[in-house]
Each structure stands twice: as C-alpha cells, then as structure tokens.
C-alpha cells in the first residue's frame, strides 16, 4: 500500500455527516475469508456498540467492483481502508447494524466467497445470515447488480444504489464503455430489469450534477424500465449534486439523504423482519 502522503486526496475523503456511537464502534480489521493461491482476502467488519447481547445484528456488504490492484493504482489503497467506506461503516454500525468492506482480486468471484463465508460463519461473526443488504456506489454498482440478479438464493433483503451505472439495454453501451475507461467489473452486461427480483427493496440516488459520462442517462432508463416492471424502488433525486455527493457536497440536504440511507437499511433489515 502507498504511504499516508501518496495517497489520493479521494482516498481520505469520509462522509460529510456524523452521529454519535461512530467513534465506539467495535472493529475486527482483515479477517481472512480466502486464502487461495491468487492471493490472501480479508474483510473488515464493523459492530454496533449497543448490540444486544447474544443478538446477530443484521450486515450491510459494501460491494466493490474494482480490484485490489486497480484502486491502489487509482488512490493509492484498498477499497475498504478508503475513508468513504470507513465512514460508512461506522455510521452503519453506529445505527444498529454490522458492516463489512472487503478486498478484492477477482471482483465477481471473490463477492461470492465473501456472502458463502459471511453465512457460514455468521455465529461466530455475530451476523444474522437471513437479513443481509448491500451498498454500493459508481463504478462498483453493475457487481452489486449481478448478484442481486444471480444470486437469488443468497437472499439479499434491500439493497443501496447511490450515483452508479446500472444496466445497459435497448442497444445502450454506456455501462460497458465507462467499464472500459474507468476498470470496473461489468458482469451484467447480458442482464436486463426484468432479471431482478419481482420484490427485492432498490433505493436509488441519482446526483443531479452528476459528471460521469453518460452515468445519469443509465440510471434515468434504469428507472423509466423499474417502474414499468412495477418493483419496489425508491429515488431520491439530489438536483444540486455532484457526483459522490457524499463524500464531496457537505450540505445539510446531502446529510439528510444519509440520514434516509440508514434509515433505509434499518428499516428493511430490523423493522420489517418483524413485521
């Protein structure tokens, strides 16, 4: 990893809000979950301060969709020791959930190692395998996207999209071009709305000022395509941002859409279960 002084000013952006708790939250760093001849991946995971005792806490995955290799080459790190995503799990673990953010060599593949390693070792983690959402953002969205669409029988409860690139269709190759340009894993580039679950909870954010080539056109037909097919997704339409509106537009609009985040989360993977 690049020292503190060579990374990219990215890399130590955190989440332009706070809450109390973030400063208690239990953290176990780099827990392996595979170890195979490609390499070592660890994961970090974060728990609630005022977890119940003998309770499982419901988990959050930060997906990603870069490899270890293309962020350090970027920002100078790790995915998950970027401070976006040590911020995120801290305020998701502050709200009463886990988080974990992992490393990744083979972004599909090592995705599927982290959800079959998190349920079999749920007990011992503290989680409870049967209420597990996912977040992700940008370029790690299409990953996030083909397990939701794939994988079925992990049974992911909801799910986070913030200011990503979704699906390409209707002859659009707007996903994969900004694949092609920025290195992400686009595993869904067969996949279409229809492919997802009839009633699997989206909560889509869409920056309005967004500077991604074409990534507000994806999303906007993601949207025109979801309602259509009648699935459960909420927007929330921040006019006024810009791209990583989290890390980057340090208003109180942005702070409440954080707020609405988690309590998202929270809603879908505590209160629902129940219901």
């Given at each position: 990893?690049?020292?503190n002084?060579?990374?990219?000013?990215i890399?130590r952006?955190?989440?332009?809000?706070?809450?109390?708790?973030?400063?208690?939250v239990?953290?176990?760093?780099?827990?392996v979950?595979?170890?195979?001849?490609?390499?070592?991946?660890?994961?970090?995971?974060?728990?609630?301060?005022?977890?119940?005792?003998?309770r499982?806490?419901?988990v959050v995955?930060?997906?990603?969709?870069?490899?270890?290799?293309?962020?350090?080459?970027?920002?100078?790190?790790?995915?998950?020791?970027?401070?976006?995503?040590?911020?995120?799990?801290?305020?998701?673990?502050?709200?009463?959930?886990a988080?974990?953010?992992?490393?990744?060599?083979?972004?599909?593949?090592?995705?599927?190692?982290?959800?079959?390693?998190?349920r079999?070792?749920?007990?011992?983690?503290?989680?409870?395998?049967?209420?597990?959402?996912?977040?992700?953002?940008?370029?790690?969205?299409p990953?996030?996207?083909?397990?939701?669409?794939?994988?079925?029988?992990?049974?992911?409860?909801?799910?986070?999209?913030?200011?990503?690139?979704?699906?390409?269709?209707?002859?659009?190759?707007?996903v994969?071009?900004?694949?092609?340009?920025?290195?992400?894993?686009?595993?869904?580039?067969?996949?279409?709305?229809?492919?997802?679950?009839?009633?699997?909870?989206?909560?889509?954010?869409?920056?309005?000022?967004?500077?991604?080539?074409?990534?507000?056109?994806?999303?906007?037909?993601?949207?025109?395509?979801?309602?259509?097919?009648?699935?459960?997704?909420t927007?929330?339409?921040?006019?006024?941002?810009?791209?990583?509106?989290?890390?980057?537009d340090?208003?109180?609009?942005?702070?409440?859409?954080?707020?609405?985040?988690?309590?998202?989360?929270?809603?879908?993977?505590?209160?629902?279960?129940?219901?």
């Amino acid at each position: 990893m690049s020292s503190n002084e060579e990374r990219n000013d990215i890399s130590r952006r955190t989440v332009v809000y706070n809450m109390p708790g973030t400063k208690t939250v239990g953290v176990r760093r780099d827990v392996v979950f595979c170890d195979r001849d490609a390499g070592i991946r660890t994961f970090d995971l974060y728990s609630s301060p005022v977890s119940e005792t003998g309770r499982r806490s419901p988990v959050v995955v930060f997906v990603s969709g870069y490899s270890d290799r293309g962020m350090e080459k970027i920002v100078g790190c790790k995915l998950k020791d970027m401070g976006a995503y040590t911020s995120w799990g801290r305020l998701v673990a502050a709200s009463g959930l886990a988080a974990v953010t992992y490393s990744a060599q083979e972004p599909a593949e090592d995705l599927g190692r982290l959800l079959n390693y998190l349920r079999h070792n749920a007990a011992d983690l503290g989680i409870d395998e049967r209420q597990i959402g996912v977040w992700a953002c940008s370029g790690n969205v299409p990953m996030a996207l083909s397990v939701l669409i794939q994988k079925p029988s992990e049974k992911i409860r909801c799910a986070v999209l913030c200011y990503g690139y979704m699906l390409d269709s209707e002859g659009s190759t707007d996903v994969a071009n900004a694949a092609a340009q920025f290195g992400f894993a686009n595993p869904v580039d067969r996949w279409i709305v229809h492919d997802l679950p009839q009633d699997l909870p989206l909560f889509v954010v869409r920056s309005g000022l967004d500077e991604m080539p074409n990534l507000n056109k994806s999303i906007d037909r993601f949207l025109a395509q979801a309602l259509a097919a009648n699935l459960p997704v909420t927007l929330i339409n921040h006019a006024s941002a810009p791209h990583a509106f989290d890390l980057f537009d340090d208003t109180e609009v942005s702070r409440e859409i954080i707020r609405r985040i988690l309590a998202y989360l929270k809603f879908h993977l505590v209160v629902e279960s129940r219901m």
